[in-house]
């Protein structure tokens, strides 16, 4: 079969320099970056693609170790690959800036050395991904590629890193108004000459307009969305192009990946009927967007040839699709993969605290929402809260039941509740708190010439300089208070994919710090402001992170269960996963491999269950307690279909009365 589809914008428009990829995890954005940037190399434009997902697969796509230095791609002269290390970005800028930056706190504020080293340890981190875009900028204008690519990270964390560029306007708001303190002084007394601190909020604010005019450049730069067709993925994609334009960024195309052609075959024919509706949802939804589809090869998309044949696909050629139809010999039949194996989950029934992590699209927050299904239903006596904290929420999706960010009954479930926590808003009512004590306490004390307009503006906004990431772990915080108020017997959390999970599970120590110093920093001005409530709050928050902290390393209360599924990405991925969480001493109790390919008579489907085979034996060697799920014919969406997948996993759940 050979589609006919006209060739998207980003295979034919030779004046786009920038190119970004993204979606859902697990939909193919990696493959079809990496496609692309080999399409572009191979007619002779000079081109970079670049990773910014904490979690990089651009090595796996590639086959081939690339890492956090520009890598020549073997066998492609005009190819080069990049997977941003952030860490050593913001360690080059604090060695670069941070003695600036130092010197404009000591000249704004009553803080002496010692507080701002301190504060600026603590604050900077999680600017790293903003170091990333600005790094992606300086390569752009330094004009040494005709073409930069980003392989961007799920759809939740792109949209927070565009919003970055904000988040650094406000921290040079309020670097400016520390410094604007100096200027008067010395402006009063003197004569005020601009220095390196002048020139560093002038560079900064520089770059930021840089980088806003380079990504709402519609004839130079390109977001392509990447889906699949089924729902949760189509309304992740909405919110993508809602949030995308938002930033007034050019959207082109939509890569609809995976689509299961019809053969003679009880699996793919069901596939195939189930994506139908989604494929049509997509044209109509989408219908001012140029829809690309891709079908589903029968084997990994890995190094260049199976990428090559990808973008050929990409353009409208099928039949490559179709190959393993043909290709796959007799004796493949023969190959078995061990049948089901339901997880033991008697050993965690008594924990406080599920967390759920895996790579993007394989499937957590199912088996995180099935989990919370079978413990209801099983222990109808306790209480059970599954909530996220990924800014790209998926429990309403799954349930098929709004959700939000109130706590929301699981229809029909009397001890079930989910949670959409609302991160951002959980840290603005913080922000909220802090400012108006300050402005109650500067109105109370002070008055006409007493009132230090440089002070006041400067208490206000310190609080601005938080540690990104700091709003996504207040919602863990805010968990704390259920726990103590004993809401809940057990906390499902369904977390971010794998990268921006562990950067979340890294955070208690440094947002503890931060709070630590933060308050110590208050303390400065306490004979001048009193910030009782704020002082108090902070307190509150420094204790719940220590309990926050003693229940991750309790495998009494805490266990981690991986999600993963049969491919050798998958299988990395989880490999680097587990060994963190050993660094981290949080315990996995054991793990998912879903989407696994079960018998089948036909050769597309023997072959893919035949690849799969090694990686599931691979799997099950990095934990003993790894189960086996199979892909089911239709998308795991609403409590019947989170039961079926409960019942595979766990075994039979009783029927309600």
Excluded at 210 to 229: K, Q
Excluded at 613 to 624: I, K, P, S, T
């Amino acid at each position: 079969m050979t589609a006919v589809q006209n060739r998207p914008s980003f295979l034919r428009d030779v004046r786009l320099t920038l190119l970004l990829f993204g979606g859902k995890g697990g939909v193919g954005k990696t493959t079809t970056a990496a496609a692309t940037a080999l399409f572009w190399a191979k007619r002779q434009r000079k081109t970079l693609i670049v990773s910014t997902d904490p979690a990089h697969s651009l090595s796996d796509s590639f086959d081939q170790l690339i890492g956090d230095a520009i890598t020549p791609i073997q066998g492609c002269s005009h190819l080069f690959a990049l997977e941003i290390n952030p860490n050593r970005l913001l360690d080059d800028f604090k060695r670069r800036y941070g003695d600036i930056l130092k010197m404009i706190a000591y000249r704004g504020t009553y803080f002496d050395q010692d507080d701002i080293d301190q504060f600026f340890n603590l604050a900077l981190p999680g600017l790293d991904e903003l170091m990333a875009i600005i790094e992606i900028t300086n390569i752009i204008g330094s004009q040494a590629y005709d073409l930069v690519i980003v392989d961007t990270a799920p759809t939740g964390h792109t949209l927070r890193l565009l919003s970055l560029p904000q988040l650094m306007e406000e921290w040079i708001n309020v670097l400016d108004l520390m410094l604007e303190k100096h200027r008067y002084i010395a402006a009063t007394f003197g004569r005020y000459e601009p220095d390196a601190t002048d020139a560093f909020l002038d560079q900064m604010a520089a770059d930021l307009r840089r980088l806003r005019a380079i990504l709402s450049d519609s004839h130079t730069t390109e977001f392509v969305p990447v889906a699949i067709p089924e729902a949760m993925s189509i309304e992740e994609t909405t919110r993508l192009l809602t949030g995308l334009a938002e930033h007034q960024i050019n959207v082109q195309t939509i890569v609809v990946n995976r689509v299961v052609l019809a053969r003679d075959c009880p699996f793919c024919t069901a596939r195939h009927a189930m994506q139908a509706p989604h494929l049509h949802e997509i044209e109509q939804r989408f219908a001012q967007r140029t829809i690309v589809q891709v079908p589903l090869f029968g084997h990994e998309i890995r190094g260049q040839e199976a990428l090559e044949k990808y973008i050929r696909a990409v353009q409208g050629n099928w039949d490559l699709a179709t190959e393993s139809d043909t290709n796959v010999s007799g004796e493949s039949n023969a190959v078995h993969l061990a049948p089901v194996v339901q997880f033991d989950l008697r050993a965690l029934q008594h924990l406080k605290l599920l967390l759920f992590g895996g790579k993007g699209g394989v499937g957590k927050t199912s088996m995180a929402a099935a989990t919370a299904l079978h413990l209801a239903r099983t222990h109808p006596e306790h209480k059970t809260l599954i909530f996220s904290t990924d800014p790209a929420h998926s429990l309403t999706d799954s349930f098929e039941q709004q959700i939000g960010s109130q706590i929301t009954s699981i229809d029909g479930f009397e001890g079930l509740f989910a949670l959409e926590m609302d991160s951002l808003d959980l840290l603005e009512d913080l922000k909220r708190a802090y400012v108006a004590e300050i402005d109650e306490v500067f109105d109370s004390f002070f008055s006409g010439s007493f009132d230090v307009p440089f002070d006041r503006r400067v208490m206000e906004e310190l609080i601005s300089l938080t540690p990104a990431g700091l709003d996504e772990f207040m919602a863990l915080i805010k968990i704390m208070d259920f726990m103590e108020e004993g809401r809940y017997n057990r906390y499902i959390l369904d977390l971010a994919p794998t990268g921006h999970a562990l950067r979340f599970l890294e955070m208690p120590d440094v947002v503890r710090q931060w709070f630590t110093t933060f308050f110590k920093l208050l303390l400065k001005y306490y004979e001048v402001t009193r910030l009782t409530r704020m002082s108090d709050l902070l307190r509150q928050k420094s204790k719940q992170l220590r309990q926050v902290q003693k229940i991750l390393h309790d495998a009494e209360r805490c266990q981690f269960v991986a999600v993963t599924i049969p491919e050798a990405m998958a299988v990395e991925e989880t490999r680097r996963l587990l060994q963190r969480l050993a660094e981290l001493e949080i315990t996995c109790g054991g793990g998912v491999v879903n989407m696994a390919a079960m018998p089948s008579a036909s050769q597309f489907c023997t072959g893919l269950r035949s690849g799969q085979q090694r990686y599931v034996e691979e799997l099950r060697q990095l934990h003993a307690n790894m189960a086996l799920a199979p892909f089911f014919t239709e998308e795991i969406r609403g409590v019947d279909q989170l039961s079926r997948m409960a019942d595979t996993i766990y075994g039979a759940m009783p029927t309600l009365p």
